[in-house]
């Protein structure tokens, strides 16, 4: 490699070589310059929570905090609107010099009495943090005032990167939400989707298959979430944690104080949807249920079969490179590619763990460069150097590709395209056909011609 | 609402700053602050321009916030000129930065001397945001570094052109093709390049395009300098003349017939020239839209607003030639000049939030919405067109491509209000 990197980042970046035992500098602070992909604490708690859909999203400090995360997500609802919604302090010179805990009083006040929602949530920002405004004094008071469910955020900013965003999020539906209302306890089979964010619709495509099962989901964390389902989520017999890097935390500690089981599970790509479908039913030891996940499984698979080998021979042996925020869907995406007849040549992201690297280095093929937290520099200097023949990344990452020359292909929180489940699979091989083999590449590659009228 | 802000019309300074450094050629950026406020305005920036856009951050942590954010801004100032080899480097603060009171400049300078950095030019500018919002930034950044930059010298025959608003790349480039014509000109900042980049062979870390710095040093010897924008850059006039003696101008965006005019006009006066024939035929091209229009836009009723007053009050303007009505004039960010201007509308907003200014759309009867995407909610709820302008456009291409400046832009906006109108209202009469 001719990369010049600069030397506090260099051994963020590996390449994959037979049975080796490093693995990339991970779990790190970003380094201050250094353009980091990442965002805050408080993004990471929005991630989390803001696709409950009937809450109130309160940002508690400067309007552009609140302004920057005012729906630029992809999370649908079936119903309540209510999360499409910024709300925020907007916090001014006076508040910042006097403290905002008054204006947050009043503020929640003010949107109890005109929306009366079921909960509001209220995010710390890295300014609150610094002026050390009480925020869990002010949401008990209201709460204890008005009646209504108000739940402190602990996310200012700057406590970490988005992982702790993440932890603060989970935090807070675990000390305010869980276990705050009685469930059905009658019937056995219920499930909670947790780091499932129905992204573009992608929980109501896989929510058919449990029915089919006769599984019932009893809380989704969070896509098309209610406040009141999230609620009794401790009634559940098993919690199916998606993104793991979001959630694990919150299973972890459901696990902890209801014993209540979690799995791993993945609802993006064939192997992932299979995995998903037999360890609900296995975990239940119901004989009909696992026959029944079978079938769905066997009829699927016919179904889009067809479909999958047309665009495998329209893909294979084309290469990849992956650019994601967390590890579980970096890992479900190698899997995919391999089964369109593709190769991954490069694969990163913002903030796997070392478990998740180790994951990460087992599944790639031998040369796979793995990066953690990536600039754009060096993502641009990889993306060129391994000849990559399409990024799978977010927004950020776009038009970095696109000014590449290389076929981009958008697998975040933002994007519109639904991934998840058995047709979600063959909508992505879509997708990746689309960029890779429309003709704008060939036009960008070919020279001027003088002739062409002639 | 009192006390909450539901759905802001506004984002932050340092977001403007970002932009006015753009447009210095070979500049760089840090947001010095925790890492999320930078990769949020990337973002926002991205989305918009349809750009990559790298924006470096000091990625400020908790322990710093206590100890003060010196030494990490340092590494990031190092980090950033071995990477990106810049020219120059823009250093904009942050609500939290502020509010610990970090002192930049001295930070900036302890940097320089630690590290003997001589050829490279460092300048800080404070952008909290519990104040102002994205266009005070810009202007805040342009004024700080002309502050650094610009040198009062022999007055020559020149003209420095500095926008003051929410103006787009191909706008840049259609103000500098018009100067051109007239006089000797130096425009600053020259973001058209920058934020609206080719497709290159090879992709250089820092785009091509830009002020050179050595022109912006010039300003302080043209004779003449004109604002772009009345309701913001009133610190930029100020400077020019007092601190430069450059007989500086504030004129309205030049969009519609009659603020056009003011621009040419305002050439030719201090030119001495006439206005060449090829903008006199432009001008009738004009009014020759203008007149096939005016069945379908009179008295049509259109809602305009956005985070920046100059644009929407330069959007009322042609909105009223094409004899529309305009019913709401709604500017995000408070602003005195902006109310003090009086827009041509039956109701002015200011300041507001997209949920005072769809209280105030239910209320009233519209044919059409003008604003930036965030619009996009309103003109679902009332079923009528958006048209997007200003910032941000997030889900439309081309917002950096959009030129509705001088009489060539008008001629284009004219047929898109009409056309949008037509297509709205399903009631076109075929004229052949
Ligand atoms: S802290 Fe201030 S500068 Fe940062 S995003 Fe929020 S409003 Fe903008
Ligand atoms: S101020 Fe803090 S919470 Fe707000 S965007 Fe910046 S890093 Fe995130």
Same mark, same amino acid.
Not at chain 1, 228 to 255: F, I, P, W
């Given at each position: 490699?001719?990369?010049?990197?600069?030397?506090?980042?260099?051994?963020?970046?590996?390449?994959?070589?037979?049975?080796?035992?490093?693995?990339? !500098?991970?779990e790190k602070e970003s380094?201050?310059?250094? /353009?980091?992909?990442r965002a805050c604490v408080y993004s990471g708690a929005r991630v989390v929570?803001?696709?409950?859909?009937?809450?109130?999203?309160?940002?508690?400090?400067?309007?552009?905090?609140?302004?920057?995360?005012?729906?630029?997500?992809?999370?649908?609802?079936?119903?309540?609107? $209510?999360?499409?919604?910024?709300?925020?302090?907007?916090?001014?010179?006076?508040?910042?010099?006097?403290?905002?805990?008054?204006?947050?009083?009043?503020?929640?006040?003010?949107?109890?009495?005109?929306?009366?929602?079921? *909960?509001?949530?209220?995010y710390a920002t890295c300014?609150?943090g610094?002026?050390?405004?009480?925020?869990?004094?002010?949401?008990?008071?209201?709460?204890?005032?008005?009646?209504?469910?108000?739940?402190?955020v602990q996310s200012e900013g700057f406590k970490g990167n988005k992982t702790e965003g993440y932890k603060a999020a989970c935090d807070a539906?675990?000390?305010?939400?869980?276990?705050?209302?009685?469930?059905?306890?009658?019937?056995?089979?219920? +499930?909670?989707?947790?780091?499932?964010?129905?992204?573009?619709?992608?929980?109501?495509?896989?929510?058919?298959?449990?029915?089919?099962?006769?599984?019932?989901?009893?809380?989704?964390?969070?896509?098309?979430?209610?406040?009141?389902?999230?609620?009794?989520?401790?009634?559940?017999?098993?919690?199916?944690?998606?993104? #793991?890097g979001t959630? $694990?935390y919150?299973?972890?500690?459901?696990?902890?104080?209801?014993?209540?089981?979690?799995?791993? /599970?993945?609802?993006?790509? @064939?192997?992932?949807?299979?995995? *998903?479908?037999?360890?609900?039913?296995?975990?239940?030891?119901?004989?009909?249920?696992?026959?029944?996940?079978?079938?769905?499984?066997?009829?699927?698979?016919?179904?889009?079969?067809?479909?999958?080998?047309?665009?495998?021979?329209?893909?294979?042996?084309?290469?990849?490179?992956?650019?994601?925020?967390g590890?579980?869907?970096?890992?479900?995406?190698?899997?995919?590619?391999?089964?369109?007849?593709?190769?991954? +040549?490069?694969?990163?992201?913002q903030s796997?763990k070392?478990?998740?690297?180790?994951?990460?280095?087992?599944?790639?093929?031998?040369?796979? /460069?793995?990066?953690?937290?990536?600039?754009?520099?060096?993502?641009?200097?990889? =993306? #060129?150097?391994?000849?990559?023949?399409?990024?799978?990344?977010?927004?950020?990452?776009?038009?970095?590709?696109?000014?590449? !020359?290389?076929?981009?292909?958008?697998?975040?929180?933002?994007? $519109?395209?639904?991934?998840?489940?058995?047709?979600?699979?063959?909508?992505?091989?879509?997708? /990746?056909?689309? #960029?890779?083999?429309?003709?704008?590449?060939?036009?960008?590659?070919?020279?001027?011609?003088?002739?062409?009228?002639? | 609402?009192?006390?909450?802000?539901?759905?802001?019309?506004?984002?932050?300074?340092?977001?403007?700053?970002?932009?006015?450094?753009?447009?210095?050629?070979?500049?760089?950026?840090?947001?010095?602050?925790s890492q999320g406020?930078?990769?949020?305005?990337?973002?926002?920036? #991205?989305?918009?321009? !349809?750009?990559?856009?790298? %924006?470096?951050?000091?990625a400020l942590n908790e322990?710093?916030?206590?100890?003060?954010?010196?030494?990490?801004?340092?590494?990031?100032?190092?980090?950033? =000129?071995?990477?990106?080899?810049?020219? @120059?480097?823009?250093?904009?603060?942050?609500?939290?930065?502020?509010?610990?009171?970090?002192?930049?400049?001295?930070?900036?300078?302890?940097?320089?001397?630690?590290?003997?950095?001589?050829?490279?030019?460092?300048?800080?500018?404070?952008?909290?945001?519990?104040?102002?919002?994205?266009?005070?930034?810009?202007? @805040?950044?342009?004024?700080?570094? @002309?502050?650094?930059?610009?040198?009062?010298?022999?007055?020559?025959?020149?003209?420095?052109?500095?926008?003051?608003?929410?103006?787009?790349?191909?706008?840049?480039?259609?103000?500098?093709?018009?100067?051109?014509?007239?006089?000797?000109?130096?425009?600053?900042?020259?973001?058209?390049?920058?934020?609206?980049?080719?497709?290159?062979?090879?992709?250089?870390?820092?785009?091509?395009?830009?002020?050179?710095?050595?022109?912006?040093?010039?300003?302080?010897?043209?004779?003449?300098?004109?604002?772009?924008?009345?309701?913001?850059?009133?610190?930029?006039?100020?400077?020019?003349?007092?601190?430069?003696?450059?007989?500086?101008?504030?004129?309205?965006?030049?969009?519609?017939?009659?603020?056009?005019?003011?621009?040419?006009?305002?050439?030719?006066?201090?030119?001495?020239? $006439?206005?060449?024939?090829?903008?006199?035929?432009?001008?009738?091209?004009?009014?020759?839209?203008?007149?096939?229009?005016?069945?379908?836009?009179?008295?049509?009723?259109?809602?305009?607003?956005?985070?920046?007053?100059?644009?929407?009050?330069?959007?009322?303007?042609?909105?009223?030639?094409?004899?529309?009505? +305009?019913?709401?004039?709604? %500017?995000?960010?408070?602003?005195?000049?902006?109310?003090?201007?009086?827009?041509?509308?039956?109701?002015?907003?200011?300041?507001?939030?997209?949920?005072?200014?769809?209280?105030?759309?239910?209320?009233?009867?519209?044919?059409?919405?003008?604003?930036?995407?965030?619009?996009?909610?309103? *003109?679902?709820?009332?079923?009528?067109?958006?048209?997007?302008?200003?910032?941000?456009?997030?889900?439309?291409?081309?917002?950096?491509?959009?030129?509705?400046?001088?009489?060539?832009?008008?001629?284009?906006?004219?047929?898109?209000?009409?056309?949008?109108?037509?297509?709205?209202?399903?009631?076109?009469?075929?004229?052949?």
């Amino acid at each position: 490699m001719t990369l010049e990197v600069l030397k506090d980042r260099r051994n963020h970046i590996i390449k994959k070589r037979g049975e080796m035992e490093d693995l990339p !500098a991970c779990e790190k602070e970003s380094l201050a310059g250094a /353009v980091s992909q990442r965002a805050c604490v408080y993004s990471g708690a929005r991630v989390v929570l803001n696709p409950i859909t009937d809450a109130i999203h309160l940002v508690h400090g400067p309007v552009g905090c609140a302004s920057y995360t005012w729906d630029i997500r992809g999370s649908k609802s079936g119903e309540a609107q $209510t999360y499409r919604h910024s709300f925020s302090t907007d916090l001014q010179e006076e508040d910042i010099i006097f403290g905002g805990t008054e204006k947050l009083y009043r503020a929640l006040n003010e949107l109890v009495a005109r929306y009366r929602p079921p *909960a509001v949530f209220v995010y710390a920002t890295c300014i609150v943090g610094l002026i050390g405004d009480d925020l869990k004094a002010v949401c008990g008071r209201v709460t204890e005032e008005t009646g209504c469910t108000i739940i402190p955020v602990q996310s200012e900013g700057f406590k970490g990167n988005k992982t702790e965003g993440y932890k603060a999020a989970c935090d807070a539906l675990f000390d305010y939400l869980i276990g705050t209302a009685t469930g059905d306890n009658n019937y056995p089979y219920v +499930v909670n989707l947790m780091g499932e964010y129905n992204v573009a619709g992608d929980f109501w495509a896989i929510e058919p298959y449990f029915k089919e099962m006769g599984v019932r989901i009893g809380a989704t964390f969070t896509g098309n979430a209610k406040v009141n389902d999230l609620r009794s989520a401790h009634y559940a017999k098993l919690n199916l944690v998606q993104c #793991t890097g979001t959630v $694990t935390y919150l299973a972890q500690k459901m696990e902890q104080k209801y014993s209540l089981p979690w799995r791993k /599970v993945n609802f993006f790509g @064939l192997e992932g949807m299979e995995e *998903a479908l037999l360890t609900t039913a296995t975990f239940f030891g119901n004989r009909l249920m696992l026959d029944r996940a079978k079938e769905i499984i066997r009829q699927e698979k016919k179904r889009i079969f067809g479909p999958l080998i047309f665009y495998k021979k329209r893909l294979q042996g084309k290469t990849a490179a992956i650019y994601m925020g967390g590890a579980a869907k970096a890992l479900a995406l190698i899997k995919a590619f391999k089964l369109l007849g593709m190769e991954t +040549v490069l694969v990163g992201t913002q903030s796997g763990k070392r478990d998740d690297y180790a994951q990460l280095m087992a599944e790639a093929d031998d040369g796979t /460069v793995i990066i953690d937290d990536a600039n754009p520099a060096e993502l641009a200097e990889m =993306l #060129t150097t391994l000849k990559a023949g399409v990024l799978v990344g977010g927004v950020k990452e776009r038009y970095l590709s696109y000014k590449l !020359a290389i076929p981009f292909v958008d697998f975040n929180h933002d994007r $519109t395209s639904l991934f998840a489940g058995f047709d979600g699979l063959v909508n992505f091989a879509r997708l /990746v056909d689309t #960029t890779i083999n429309s003709p704008v590449w060939a036009l960008v590659r070919g020279k001027f011609e003088r002739n062409a009228f002639i | 609402m009192n006390y909450v802000t539901v759905n802001p019309c506004k984002t932050c300074q340092p977001l403007g700053a970002i932009i006015a450094f753009r447009g210095i050629e070979g500049a760089t950026t840090i947001v010095h602050g925790s890492q999320g406020c930078s990769t949020y305005m990337r973002l926002h920036l #991205t989305h918009h321009f !349809a750009e990559p856009i790298d %924006v470096a951050s000091s990625a400020l942590n908790e322990k710093d916030t206590v100890y003060g954010g010196a030494a990490n801004l340092k590494l990031a100032l190092k980090n950033v =000129l071995a990477r990106y080899k810049p020219a @120059l480097v823009g250093v904009t603060t942050t609500c939290l930065t502020e509010t610990m009171g970090d002192d930049v400049n001295r930070i900036v300078n302890e940097f320089k001397a630690e590290e003997q950095v001589n050829d490279v030019i460092i300048i800080p500018v404070s952008t909290p945001s519990y104040t102002g919002a994205m266009v005070d930034g810009f202007n @805040l950044a342009v004024e700080a570094a @002309l502050n650094v930059l610009a040198e009062e010298g022999e007055k020559k025959n020149c003209l420095a052109v500095i926008p003051a608003a929410n103006i787009t790349p191909a706008e840049i480039r259609e103000i500098k093709r018009i100067i051109e014509d007239f006089i000797p000109f130096i425009f600053f900042p020259d973001y058209a390049d920058t934020l609206d980049a080719p497709f290159f062979e090879e992709l250089p870390l820092i785009f091509p395009g830009g002020t050179k710095i050595e022109a912006i040093k010039r300003v302080g010897s043209c004779r003449n300098g004109i604002i772009l924008g009345v309701c913001g850059g009133k610190n930029l006039a100020q400077l020019l003349t007092e601190k430069f003696g450059v007989a500086a101008c504030r004129l309205p965006l030049p969009v519609g017939l009659k603020a056009t005019d003011i621009f040419f006009q305002t050439l030719a006066e201090i030119t001495g020239k $006439t206005i060449p024939a090829h903008y006199q035929w432009e001008r009738r091209l004009l009014l020759d839209a203008l007149i096939d229009a005016h069945v379908i836009t009179y008295g049509k009723r259109v809602a305009i607003f956005g985070d920046d007053a100059d644009l929407v009050l330069a959007l009322a303007g042609l909105a009223v030639e094409l004899g529309m009505v +305009v019913a709401i004039c709604a %500017v995000g960010p408070s602003n005195e000049q902006f109310v003090r201007q009086g827009a041509p509308a039956e109701s002015i907003l200011n300041p507001v939030d997209f949920d005072e200014l769809a209280q105030a759309v239910r209320k009233t009867r519209l044919d059409l919405l003008m604003g930036n995407s965030k619009g996009k909610f309103m *003109a679902k709820e009332k079923n009528i067109p958006l048209l997007r302008f200003g910032f941000p456009i997030h889900d439309r291409l081309g917002a950096g491509r959009q030129q509705i400046f001088s009489y060539r832009g008008a001629i284009q906006m004219v047929d898109l209000i009409a056309n949008t109108i037509l297509e709205n209202e399903d009631l076109f009469v075929s004229f052949s």
